[in-house]
């Protein structure tokens, strides 16, 4: 029987080809509606049933449709898969394929910023007989853990997993990707913290083995996070080269959404040095055409407040002041880059005139660093609202 004459109803000749490529497992209902038309018992219809290479290999076919559907965008079938994946690999003790699902299944829950399952799922692979004997796998998990407290604003938990990841990849190559990770995510707290040191000491070994990284999306994620302490650090020539350099390899092409985020970062360092108006709105219209596309709320918030210092900059207050109204908090935006949005609109509003909206941007950012623990950004917040207010004083 063919697609056309299976399909019908709730049923089309797309789905049909889905489920006999195994990229879809129908529910009890449309199982029921396909055995009725293909005239066999339920009981004898089973369109996952393993093929004759065996169930490992069916197994390992279903995983690496879930991939493809992950990739194409269907994170929410893709994480069903997977499940059905681990538990079935657990079940035939194929512990290898059921450590590459739940680690599948962990990067998809993050796609649909499942971050609570992201981490219970990690968190369970930590205890995996698998995980204990490497190094690697070990490294690589809690290298996750310090990211994911990382975009949840837990910086405290995201620098104490970080140096527990690089104290797991420390018997590892300097050049092992799991170490490199490491290392970048290691950087990457430190700077979002404020602890700028640190973060100089950990990224010398990035630099000096810069041509020795195994790929070039590491050679370019080594010059975003080096660019980013530099930014931090005011070494603005410096960092502007660094984000260029990382453009250079961290192609549109291959992640528009990595890419986009990049160009938003590049943009706000030229606008901080003041060196070219016409690169920052140029870089800025590709980054909302990007994030129109495939960004999220927080994606935007991030681009409002850039876009507002630059039409501010461009003597367009009104634009700057729309843009200003449009920073608020936004799933996913973690406090202390909701902070340092904060503290973006409080200078528009400062330069304007809006010297109460301008108070209350600057207070609440100085307390979202406050709660997270970046002690060095608060500071400089809770300095800034004091010069505005002995300003005011003295007006």
Not at 47 to 66: E, F, I, M, N
Not at 146 to 170: I, K, W, Y
Not at 249 to 273: E, I, M, N, Y
């Amino acid at each position: 029987m063919s697609q056309a004459q299976l399909a019908g109803g709730e049923v089309s000749p797309s789905y049909i080809s889905l489920v006999e490529s195994g990229r879809r497992t129908p529910g009890d209902q449309i199982a029921q509606v396909i055995a009725e038309r293909l005239g066999i018992p339920i009981t004898e219809f089973d369109p996952a049933a393993p093929t004759d290479q065996g169930q490992r290999s069916h197994l390992v076919g279903l995983l690496l449709a879930a991939r493809g559907a992950r990739r194409e965008g269907d994170s929410r079938f893709a994480a069903e898969q997977l499940r059905i994946v681990a538990d079935g690999a657990d079940a035939l003790g194929e512990e290898d394929v059921a450590w590459e699902a739940r680690w599948e299944l962990a990067e998809t829950h993050g796609d649909l910023s499942a971050y609570a399952d992201k981490a219970s799922v990690l968190t369970e692979l930590l205890d995996r007989p698998l995980t204990a004997g490497s190094a690697r796998l070990r490294s690589r998990l809690i290298t996750a853990l310090a990211d994911l407290a990382l975009c949840r604003g837990h910086l405290s938990e995201a620098v104490r997993l970080a140096e527990e990841a690089m104290a797991a990849a420390d018997t590892l190559e300097r050049g092992t990707p799991e170490r490199v990770r490491a290392r970048l995510i290691l950087v990457a707290t430190y700077t979002d913290r404020g602890d700028l040191d640190r973060a100089s000491t950990a990224l010398t070994e990035l630099l000096d083995g810069y041509e020795d990284l195994p790929n070039q999306q590491l050679r370019g994620l080594a010059s975003w996070v080096a660019a980013d302490l530099y930014a931090a650090q005011e070494r603005h020539p410096e960092a502007l080269v660094m984000y260029d350099r990382a453009a250079e390899v961290l192609s549109p092409r291959v992640d528009l959404r990595l890419s986009a985020r990049l160009s938003l970062a590049t943009a706000a360092a030229v606008l901080t040095a003041g060196s070219d108006l016409g690169r920052v709105h140029d870089l800025l219209r590709r980054v909302r055409q990007a994030f129109e596309l495939i960004g999220t709320e927080a994606d935007l918030v991030r681009l409002v407040a850039v876009e507002a210092g630059a039409f501010l900059a461009g003597g367009d207050v009104p634009g700057a002041l729309a843009r200003v109204a449009e920073i608020a908090d936004a799933p996913d935006l973690p406090p202390h880059e909701l902070a340092s949005c904060l503290m973006a609109a409080g200078l528009v509003q400062q330069v304007v005139g809006g010297h109460q909206g301008a108070e209350k941007s600057y207070r609440r950012a100085a307390e979202l660093f406050d709660d997270v623990g970046a002690f060095r950004k608060s500071a400089a917040a809770w300095r800034t609202l004091a010069d505005l207010l002995s300003a005011r004083a003295t007006a």
